[in-house]
């Protein structure tokens, strides 16, 4: 007879899900995000939290914004119906929101929420998660940057601390901002290197999710 649900089995299916997103395979990476959500609920798992942000950045990748902000909305209400007050759940859904508000052209909106958030962990990083803070970071130069600020500076120390750490999907993500940055900056030449470095590194990591992003945000900036 088939097994019931379990927290592990929903766990999985949901990291599953994360790892084929990445990959660019939407449709399983869906699949398995709403079979792991719907496992974790059974379960009364908390996890579930990220059936929402994963099933929210799909529909986002769709340019389907109202989907993904449904999505959000049903995060945030388990989150409220469970009384998870953590701030390490606040600041994923916060992260989250951001992606979408600056889809919408709210930077400052956008910017005052990731400030905070980064405010919460002044001098200490989230157990269990340490890319986090420097993924809040990144997202908070997006604002700045969409501001009008120029965060040249800003990104090449976290593309520096993130390659240091050999975390190399969250350096690609870096390079490719900062081929925006120095892009709107003016500064074509360092733009189409810290590009290509980006693609390069996307492509031997097989993340085809990340160009799929940058060219929803890099505002004409060619891809090659």
């Known amino acids: ?21 990445q990959l660019g395979r939407y449709k399983e990476a869906a699949d398995f995000y709403r079979s792991g959500l719907e496992e974790c609920l059974a379960c009364q798992d908390p996890m579930a939290f990220q059936g929402y942000l994963g099933l929210a950045d799909l529909a986002a990748g769709r340019s389907e914004l109202e989907s993904a902000f449904s999505h959000l909305a049903d995060a945030r209400r388990l989150l409220q119906c469970r009384q998870i007050a953590e ?46 803070l420097p993924r809040l970071a990144l997202q908070l130069a997006r604002a700045q940057m969409a501001a009008g600020q120029n965060v040249i500076a800003l990104l090449d120390g ?10 190399w999907p969250l350096a690609c993500k870096l390079w490719l901002c900062l081929a925006q940055s120095f892009d709107f900056n003016g500064h074509k030449s360092q733009a189409g290197q810290a590009l290509m470095e980006g ?5 031997l990591l097989g993340l085809s999710s990340i160009e799929r992003t940058f060219n929803v945000q890099s505002q004409g900036l060619m891809m090659v």
């Not at 379990?6 to 084929?20: D, E, K, Q, W």
């Not at 993130?162 to 975390?167: E, K, N």
């Open 1 to 21: 007879s088939k097994a019931g649900p379990t927290l592990m089995g929903g766990r999985i299916r949901l990291r599953r899900a994360s790892v084929l997103e």
């Open 87 to 132: 701030p390490l759940y606040e600041c994923q859904l916060t992260l989250a929101y951001t992606h979408l508000w600056l889809r919408q052209g709210q930077h400052a909106k956008a910017e005052r929420a990731l400030s905070q958030c980064l405010a919460l962990y002044t001098g200490r990083i989230p157990f269990g998660h340490p890319e986090l």
């Open 158 to 167: 976290l593309r520096l601390e993130a390659q240091t750490q050999g975390r």
């Open 199 to 203: 693609l390069r590194l996307s492509r």
